[in-house]
Nanobody
Framework: QVQLVESGGGSVQAGGSLTLSCAAS??????LGWFRQAPGKEREGVAA?????????YSSDSVKGRFTISQDNGKNTLYLRMNNLTPEDTAMYYC????????????????????WGQGTQVTVSS
């Protein structure tokens, strides 16, 4: 059982930046991902990273060049640095974990993740 606790959400104006954090209870070889869900929309994969191994990262096209996923293995913490935010980035952001075999890439598909945090709200105003 992996426990995840997000923090760092808030309100920001368009063009601003935020950094989300996710404290994970385990430091084993798994995939950690950030997902978001806006009202009335499906949950969307934002970025994922391989915990342990080569630390490979994966990002959705909608956030490439603006969002950066990273991890601090010593603190068992996952981060999402979000720059140049737009109102379209407004959503509840969730941290998730999955024991994906190391020979597979970390998917940006919510159904592949078994463990979820409670979410943190990000609101971007124009």
């Amino acid at each position: 059982q992996v426990q995840l606790v997000e923090s760092g959400g808030g309100s920001v104006q368009a063009g601003g930046s935020l950094t989300l954090s996710c404290a994970a209870s385990e430091n084993t070889n798994l995939c950690l991902g950030w997902f978001r869900q806006a009202p009335g929309k499906e949950r969307e994969g934002v970025a994922a990273i391989r915990r342990g191994g080569d630390g490979s990262t994966y990002s959705s096209d909608s956030v490439k060049g603006r969002f950066t996923i990273s991890q601090d293995n010593g603190k068992n913490t996952l981060y999402l640095r979000m720059n140049n935010l737009t109102p379209e980035d407004t959503a509840m952001y969730y941290c998730a974990a999955s024991y994906v075999p190391s020979y597979q890439y970390c998917p940006l598909v919510s159904g592949r993740y078994n463990y979820w945090g409670q979410g943190t709200q990000v609101t971007v105003s124009s």
